[in-house]
Structures are given as structure tokens and as C-alpha cells.
């Protein structure tokens, strides 16, 4: 299947998903230190099987208020290393929300960071957004550090907002616009 959408920074390539990438998919998604600030829960291979095989197809952005997954591959081989999520508001998309989810043996290396940064230059760069958001629970150090080091600020803290795997949940909210987004 040809690529509808690629992005390339020095060391990954944010693409659609592809059939290929169940096993490394399923794999991460299977890790329950990687669900554990997420809100599904550690998918079975048939489950990892059928998402990418619905994603595979899906326009990047999706249609506002629809999330879709961007897989995140390494440039040089491209093997699948985690993904990242992009919804564009259904009331007004000029506004998105992000997520990202990274396999524990490719965390802590800048993949994160990096592929966040490409996300973020297609989006204000090339679909022209005005604002991103991430929303991630304050208990997830990893996360909160990370939306910090690319350039997000915390605009929210929600305490007990979320019912989240069967206890109350405090969330930030991180936000950049697109007038703080630096071109280069």
C-alpha cells in the first residue's frame, strides 16, 4: 500500500500505519507499564492486528473530532517504535490534540521529543493549525517532562477530573500555539 503521509526528521519517519507493523505494535501495546497512564488497556495480537489494519487506510489528519494513529519508525530501517495520536477538534479544527506512545526499549533516546517536534511542524506548518493540546495524568513524570521540553506549556490542572481505571485522576493540560512554535 503506498504511503499517503510521511514525515521525516533526522532519525525517524512519522507515516501511516502498515500491515508490517502488528508485531512490533502489538508488542508495546501489550506492555503494561506502557498502558498503564493510557486509556486502554494492554491490547491482545488480535486486538493490535485489527487497529493497525484499521489505521493502515485512515487520511491523516482524520475527520475533526476523530483520532488517528501516526506510526513512528526509525528513517534508517524503518521499524515501527511507537505512535503518536492527532484528533482535530470537531467544534473548531484549527485546534488538535496530541498524544504519543513510544515502546520502553526506544524510551529515554529523544524519539519522543523528535517526533513530537515533526508532529508539531506539520501541524502549524503545513495544515496551518492555531493550537495543539496533550492532556496527560500528573502522576506520569515521563510525560509531563516531555511535554515541557518541547516547547508546551501546562495551562490546567484538573484534579479528579477522570474516572481512570477505577480510581478518581488528576490531568494537565499542555498547550502550544501556533505563534510559539518555533519555524525554522
Known amino acids: 500500500m503506498p504511503e499517503t503521509f510521511l514525515i ?9 500505519f502498515q500491515l508490517a507493523d502488528v ?9 503494561p507499564e506502557v498502558a498503564r497512564f493510557q486509556s486502554w488497556e494492554p ?5 493490535a492486528a485489527d ?21 513512528i519508525a526509525l528513517a534508517a530501517t524503518n521499524e515501527l517504535v511507537g505512535d503518536c495520536a492527532l484528533c482535530l477538534a470537531a467544534d473548531e479544527p484549527r485546534q488538535g490534540e496530541i498524544g504519543i506512545t513510544l515502546a520502553p526499549a526506544w524510551q529515554g533516546r529523544g524519539y519522543a521529543a523528535e517526533a513530537l517536534r515533526g508532529l508539531f511542524a506539520h501541524c502549524f506548518e503545513t495544515l496551518g493549525l492555531h ?8 502522576e506520569n513524570v515521563a510525560s509531563v517532562r516531555l511535554l515541557g ?6 495551562e490546567a490542572h484538573f484534579r479528579q477530573n477522570i474516572w481512570f481505571k477505577g480510581a478518581w485522576g488528576d490531568e494537565y493540560v499542555y498547550a502550544l500555539l501556533r505563534e510559539e512554535w518555533p519555524i525554522k
Open 8 to 16: 521525516e526528521t533526522p532519525r525517524l519517519r512519522l507515516r501511516t
Open 23 to 31: 508485531a512490533a505494535f502489538a508488542a508495546y501495546r501489550a506492555a
Open 43 to 47: 491490547y491482545s495480537y488480535a486486538q
Open 51 to 71: 487497529f493497525v489494519a484499521a489505521q493502515a487506510g485512515q487520511p491523516i489528519p482524520a475527520p475533526p473530532g476523530t483520532w488517528v494513529q501516526i506510526g
Open 131 to 138: 493550537r495543539l493540546i496533550a492532556v496527560t495524568d500528573c
Open 149 to 154: 521540553s518541547v516547547g508546551m506549556r501546562r
